[in-house]
Structures are given as C-alpha cells and as structure tokens.
C-alpha cells in the first residue's frame, strides 16, 4: 500500500538538478562541445532559482566539466571526464579513484547498499520507479553478457539517483568507477552463466518491486541478499 502524499518527501531540486547535470556529462547524454539546455529551461524544469542554478554551473565551471561562453550560452568541456585518468566526478568533486580487490568491493556494497533504501522509499519519484524497470526490463532482454553487464549496472546506478541524495550519488559513481578498473569485470565474465543471469534478473526485480511499494524491510533484505548471491558466485564464500 503506498503511503500518503504528505509521506512521500520531495527531493531537493537542487541536488536533483546537480546529479542530472553530471549524469548527463559522465554518460555522454551531451556531447563534448555541445550546448546545454538555457538556464531559464533549466530552472523551469526544477524548479530553481537562477542564482541557485548559477551556483551549480559554477561547480561544473570549477571542475572544467563545462565553459560558459557570455551571450552564447553553457556548454560541455571539450575534455568533460576531467582529461586525467583515474579521476571521477563525485559528490561534486573530482576524486582520485582508488584499487580495491573485489572482495573488498564487495564489503563495501554490503553496507552501502542496504543504507540507501531509506532514502528511496522517502524521495523517489514515479519518474525513478519507470527507470528502474527500464533496466531490468533491458537487461532482461539483453542479447550477450556485455549488454545484461551495462544495464545491471544501470539499475544500480538509477538506484542510487532515486535517493536524490547527491552525496550518495557521488560514493556509488566511484564504487561503480572502482569495480570497471579492476579485476571485477574478468571475474564475472566467469561466473556469469544463464542460470546465474536469471536469478540475479528476478532478484533485481523483487528488489525493484519492494521499493515500488515503499517496503523498506523488504527491499533492504533483498537487496542484502542479493548482494550476499552475487559474493558467494563471485568469490566462492558466503
């Protein structure tokens, strides 16, 4: 049973501004050079200020993710990841990406991931549930091990703008950044069978499904299970 409107807290426009601007730099929804959307759309679109919006570009300004040319208007760094490697964009900032061995990311997504579910229950959106089985809908359908790999990221990573919490947004991007430069990806090319992708596609969706309902319980324990699965094919141990 979903709760009452007055339960469902309203995010703040500000951090859902900021993460759907560097989401939309980080996956390449704007292209290097291209023009973004004009500061009174995007104020409109969220609900801000102008000189809140004006304190979020200068954010990006600062990290050389964007210039603003005067009477033209704001576009995408021509180097938009920031042009070192081993630096991500994360709660606002540009942090050095860290090794961790997989067993190490592990721990760290069982006590992460399991905190967020609070936060989604209370601010996501119908827009966020849509998302979210958008991804599984996709990886379900996904024709090679690449395909289900990119949208079962997708899925945690849409779980975690649906907290529109953009501190949380920020340490999952580089959890998610640690596990593509390290070993992770050859381990699960391994692991990864038919039967092993259908459990994990009908896990994501009971986890989707408890969130879609407000059931925090429920969703955290899935959740932690889920990621408790995916350890013990991963690693061999519970």
């Not at 703040?12 to 501004?17: K, S």
């Not at 409109?44 to 603003?68: C, H, N, T």
């Not at 990573?157 to 953009?166: D, F, S, V």
């Not at 879609?212 to 969703?219: E, L, N, V």
Request: glycine share 6%.
């Amino acid at each position: 049973m979903l709760p009452s409107p007055s339960l469902q807290v309203r995010a703040d426009p500000v951090q859902a501004l900021r993460a759907e601007l560097l989401d939309g730099l980080r996956t390449g929804k704007w292209a290097p050079g291209s023009r973004l959307p004009t500061e009174r759309s995007l104020c409109a679109d969220f609900g801000v200020s102008r000189s809140a919006l004006r304190r979020v570009l200068q954010e990006l300004r600062d990290q050389g993710l964007i210039v603003q040319k005067v009477g033209s208007g704001t576009y995408v760094s021509d180097t938009p990841s920031g042009a070192a490697p081993g630096i991500v964009a994360a709660a606002g900032k540009l942090l050095a990406i860290p090794s961790a061995s997989p067993a190490e990311i592990m721990e760290a997504r069982l006590l992460l991931e399991p905190m967020i579910v609070e936060l989604i229950v209370s601010n996501a959106t119908l827009a966020d549930f849509e998302r979210l089985e958008s991804c599984c809908a996709r990886s379900e359908a996904a024709d090679t091990l690449e395909e289900f790999e990119h949208w079962d990221n997708a899925l945690h990573e849409q779980l975690a703008l649906a907290t529109h919490n953009a501190l949380f947004v920020g340490m999952f991007r580089l959890l998610a950044e640690v596990r593509n430069s390290g070993e992770w990806g050859f381990l699960k090319k391994k692991i990864v069978t038919p039967e092993r992708r259908r459990e994990y596609e009908a896990e994501h969706r009971r986890i989707v499904q408890a969130l879609k309902h407000r059931d925090a319980d429920t969703a955290r324990r899935e959740i932690f299970e889920h990621i408790v699965h995916a350890r013990t094919n991963l690693l061999g141990r519970i």
